[in-house]
């Protein structure tokens, strides 16, 4: 199993773009999450879905969509970056309906412009 | 919802000592306590958990207790090597919500 795995590993953005951060799972787990990481502010839950076809919002959603549309995938949607964006990003996933033993992506670094 | 509070921030120690982390939260209706090491440039990695319904769980050389009256638990190392150097972060969930994350505390171990 490959586990968590996140595309990119870096990104660079100017002020206004949009992408995609990929996360994807092999281990058929029903939940799954965004985190952002910042310097001396722990990991803050972006979004969240305990599974296919179900997302809610965590502690910091704005500026972020997500979709589930499949177990495996949970893409992070960023509309038009902002400079207050700029943070390590981390995917993680949990076996059961809820964040237990959760299983971390190797993060996407992302700067914004 | 849950409030999460880590101390110390940053906390040295002699190889060879004891390193202690501790963590309060809000909701006395937590259940899950688990703690994720963070090494430089990796990814967050489970050490060790604890849910409500037990006071204290070893796993070789380290530790951690819960108090669930005055809703503190804490990580403990014993025996500490260099390897243990990192950031170690505690979280709490109450029922089947979404974790709550500590800010962290980066652990150096001093040869």
């Known amino acids: 199993n490959a586990g968590v795995t996140q595309t990119p590993k870096f990104q660079v953005l100017k002020t206004g773009q949009s992408m995609t951060l990929q996360c994807a799972q092999d281990m058929n787990h029903e939940y799954m999450s965004w985190y952002r990481q910042d310097p001396g502010m722990g990991l803050r839950l972006i979004h969240y879905?305990?599974?296919?076809?179900?997302?809610d919002q965590g502690e910091v959603p704005n500026g972020y969509n997500v979709s589930r549309s499949t177990t495996e995938d949970f893409p992070l949607r960023l509309l038009s970056a902002a400079p207050s964006q700029t943070s390590v990003y981390f995917c993680a996933s949990s076996g059961t309906g809820s964040p237990d033993t959760q299983y971390f992506g190797p993060g996407t670094r992302l700067t914004v412009l | 919802g849950e409030n999460v509070e880590q101390h110390p921030s940053t906390l040295s120690v002699q190889e060879g000592d004891s390193a202690v982390i501790k963590c309060t939260y809000s909701?006395?209706?937590?259940?899950?306590f688990p703690w994720y090491k963070q090494e430089l440039g990796k990814r967050p990695q489970l050490i060790i958990d604890?849910?409500?319904?037990?006071g204290e769980k070893k796993d070789q050389r380290i530790a951690v207790t819960l108090n669930k009256t005055a809703k503190h638990f804490s990580l403990h190392i014993t025996e500490t090597q260099p390897e243990d150097s990192a950031v170690y972060f505690c979280?709490?969930?109450?029922?089947?919500?979404?974790?709550?994350f500590g800010t962290g505390t980066r652990l150096t171990i001093i040869p």
């Open positions: 979280a709490a969930r109450f029922g089947n919500e979404k974790l709550t």
């Open positions: 879905s305990v599974g296919a076809g179900i997302t």
């Open positions: 909701d006395s209706a937590s259940n899950y």
């Open positions: 604890i849910r409500s319904n037990v």
